[in-house]
């Protein structure tokens, strides 16, 4: 099943490899360069199916650090647009974006918050920080909540604009959606918190606004935690319920990682780790899943489709180590899957 074609509206993606988003903290002024245009163009001629190009900040506040990409203004999109036209024109791949947002887990340097001065002031939906050591994010009002959620439509219009297939929202790692979602990073009293309904109303909204910039043409995924492996915190049953919701709300797919909102939270790492979290949403909210998370084998990947587990494979450190996969994969399997025609002669080994 990994080299079968699956659609997403009229996207077609030629197999079921996907670049995993990851922050290259490589970008000056949120642009992007050279090093990106390689970096993703390179994935594209590996044959992977949809290369989704990093976590992009919404805002100037919404990223990670001051090296991470962004998609607040229209120079960021012209740069990431030519990723996109080359991905286009020299390869099968389908190009994605992961749209974010850090909240309190922004302002940051190797992991560790830098201050005020340095970085920005970080915003979330409570004061409570990540942790205790770092400063008190600002606690959103209602009114820095809509225009956030502008900012998201505005940013997908942009991202539209350029030329992406697929647009994400992330919704994971704790980072800004994920803290609203959480009840033990959101004890807002308003209609945003409280409630699981409310607690699941900015990513709703944000989902909604992103949607009408959104046509047949270019589909949309959602990133979220299946779990945070904390006691009363985001559970894998949310998850269920939240994908539910999502499905009404037309999201094509969602991604499901875990973790990354409870400081010291502890992860059971071990291959496929976070296979079990898609499967149950996949197969008990009837949506499409991404599976992600020391993937790093055909078989394994091969499995995890077989098995119904999830429909795409998302590939994240395995792709640094080999930008290759799925071209080699399709060798190995004996499999069709797209070959860069000037790279013709490698499928004849003797
Ligand atoms: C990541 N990850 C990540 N996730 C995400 O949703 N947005 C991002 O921008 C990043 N950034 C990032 C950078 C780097 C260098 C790494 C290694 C990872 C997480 C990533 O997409 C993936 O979920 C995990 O790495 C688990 O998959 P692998 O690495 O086991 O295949």
Redesign the pocket.
Known sequence: MLYTPVKFRNVELKNRWVM?????YSSKDGLANDFHFVHYGSRSQGGTGLIMV??TGVELRGRITNQCMGIWNDEQAEKLQKIVEFIHTNSESKAGI?L?HSGRKGSTWNNIQISVEEGWETVAPSPVPYHPNERIPHELTEEEIRDLIQNFKDAAGRAVKAGFDIIEI?G??GYLIHQFLSPLSNIRTDEYGGSFENRIRFLLEIVDAVNEELNENTALFV?ISGTEYAENGWSLEDSIELAKELKTHDVDLVDV?SGGNIHGAKIPVFEGYQVPFSSRVRNEAGVKTGA?????KMEQAEEILQKGDADLI?????I?RNPYIAVQGSFEMKEECFFPHQYLRAKISS
Do not use: D, K
Request: proline share 4%.
């Open positions: 995993s988003p990851m922050c290259m990093e976590a992961q974010a992330h994971a790692h990133r990682s992600v998370g020391l993937i790093t998302f590939v994240a450190r395995e640094l």
